[in-house]
């Protein structure tokens, strides 16, 4: 089916682990985002991708990382988990970034637990 | 340094009745606004947008104002259905330095509405 998946949809791992959260679309959209929801603070994007091989930080890209090496593809890698990086991880993407009438399609979400 | 803000966490309603959530932003480069509908364990789903050369845009139960002097926008739902029952984010955006379409979104916190029957 056509959309946006994100997988594992639920993880929980410990401090200082890597994990990585995958995140695949089959709309061939150009600009693919990661955005992290915590109580308070809405969601807050974390690193976005124009296109293969361009990335660029968000508002909280501390901790991350992440690559492009497919259009369809966007993982987001925690190299050393911390408890504070607990959250929920939602994937989005859009056909031409960041136009107006072009709005961001989301997964549905990463439950991210680290004990 | 909170950009965009929802200050009320929930607002409940009846059945029928009309909905308004509320949006306060601080920062006046932000010339795009977007609603987000959330259920849970799903995404945010897209429900309506405004751009700041306007004042209101309509979509069927849904009507966006957006009040520029004020830095405030609000969504109606009217007439409201107890399917509304969900977070909403409002998000906005701003123009780049080089003055071309670019929208970084920046989200509230959210808005749990719940439509009683």
């Known amino acids: 089916d056509a959309g946006i998946t994100q997988s594992p949809r639920y993880k929980i791992t410990e401090t200082g682990r890597q994990v990585t959260l995958m995140c695949h679309q089959t709309w061939s959209h150009s600009y693919m985002f990661w955005y992290r929801q915590d109580l308070g603070h809405g969601l807050r994007l974390i690193y976005y991708s124009a296109a293969a091989d361009i990335t660029d930080k968000g508002e909280v890209p501390d901790g991350y990382v992440v690559s492009r090496s497919k259009t369809e593809n966007f993982p987001l890698t925690l190299e050393s988990a911390t408890r504070s990086q607990t959250s929920v991880y939602f994937c989005?993407?859009?056909?031409?970034?960041?136009?107006?009438?072009?709005?961001?399609?989301f997964g549905d979400g990463t439950r991210l637990s680290i004990l | 340094d909170q950009q965009v803000k929802q200050n009320s966490p929930s607002l409940s309603v009846q059945e029928g009745r009309i909905s308004i959530l509320n949006c306060d932003y601080t920062n006046s480069m932000f010339d795009y606004f977007l609603w987000y509908k959330k259920y849970p364990a799903e995404g945010p789903t897209f429900l309506i947008s405004?751009?700041?050369?306007?004042d209101k845009n309509e979509d069927g139960r849904f009507t966006v104002f957006l009040n520029k002097s004020a830095k405030h926008l609000s969504l109606h739902i009217v007439p409201s259905q107890p399917g509304d029952s969900a977070v909403y984010f409002c998000a906005a955006s701003a123009r780049n330095a080089g003055g071309t379409s670019y929208g970084k979104l920046t989200f509230g916190q959210g808005t749990i509405l719940t439509v009683h029957p």
């Open positions: 989005a993407s859009s056909e031409q970034g960041f136009q107006r009438n072009q709005p961001q399609h």
């Open positions: 405004i751009s700041s050369i306007k």
